[in-house]
């Protein structure tokens, strides 16, 4: 619920298994009930943060089909997708309803949302069938690409050593054609300081095959 009062109050509902549900009462006190369905690119390759809300109106009569409306939010920005008002699909007003509506538990949960159905589409993909476009310098140069910059949401692998959290950050050779199959892993020692995460040493290990 929003601290303003001139805006509207927008609860949000997210159960899947007893249907998902967005009220919108406006400052003169219309409410609008919709239920929604939620859509997020399933290319695990893609690097974009928005999901799309399908919302069906609860409160329209039974003999009308109602249309969902198009509330696009991008998860990591915490407000609409951008040039949302560009897209003909897209109810603009709803989306910057929503959008200015939603707190941060709301937020919370759609972008959890969003990354457990990103990495599902990587436990679901073909890999023959993904196409990463790399950039011609690190093609042309040979350097290395880290996994989660071919996958930018994949989930860090993370391990506890003596108290220390350290996690793994893969690179890898991306050159098409030179047979290369180098594979370096970076170990990083993370520590806590004054809430955050600092890296503070790295180990090297590189892997060829035989």
């Given amino acids: 619920m929003t ?6 109050e927008v609860l949000l509902r997210i159960d899947p298994a007893n249907g998902n549900r967005l009220t919108i ?10 239920e929604f369905s939620a859509q997020a690119c399933d290319n ?18 039974k003999d009308v089909d109602p249309e969902p409306r198009i509330v696009a ?22 989306t910057r309803i929503v959008a200015v509506g939603l707190n941060p538990e709301h ?17 679901d993909m073909e890999l023959d069938s993904l196409e990463p476009i790399f ?17 930018p949401f994949a989930e860090r692998l993370t391990f506890s050593v003596d108290d220390q959290l350290w996690f793994v950050d893969d690179k890898y050779c991306v050159q098409p054609d030179d047979g290369c199959h ?7 020692v993370l520590r806590r300081d004054d809430g955050c995460h600092v890296h503070t040493s790295t180990l090297v290990v590189l892997r060829r095959p035989e």
């Avoid at 310098?137 to 910059?149: I, N, R």
């Avoid at 180098?182 to 990083?188: E, Q, Y």
């Fill in 73 to 94: 939010l991008d998860v990591l920005e915490e407000g609409p997708q951008e040039h949302f008002h560009d897209d003909e699909q897209i109810n603009v007003p709803l």
């Fill in 25 to 34: 009462q406006s400052p003169d006190g219309v409410v609008g009930r919709y």
């Fill in 135 to 151: 950039p011609s310098a690190v093609t042309k140069d040979g350097m290395m690409l880290s996994y989660e910059q071919v996958f």
């Fill in 3 to 8: 601290s303003n009062r001139t805006a509207s």
């Fill in 182 to 188: 180098v594979h370096t892993s970076t170990l990083v």
């Fill in 44 to 61: 695990p390759l893609c690097g974009c943060s928005v999901i799309d809300l399908l919302c069906t109106p609860l409160d329209e009569s």
């Fill in 107 to 123: 937020w919370r949960r759609l972008r959890a949302w969003f990354l457990n159905e990103k990495r599902r589409a990587m436990e």
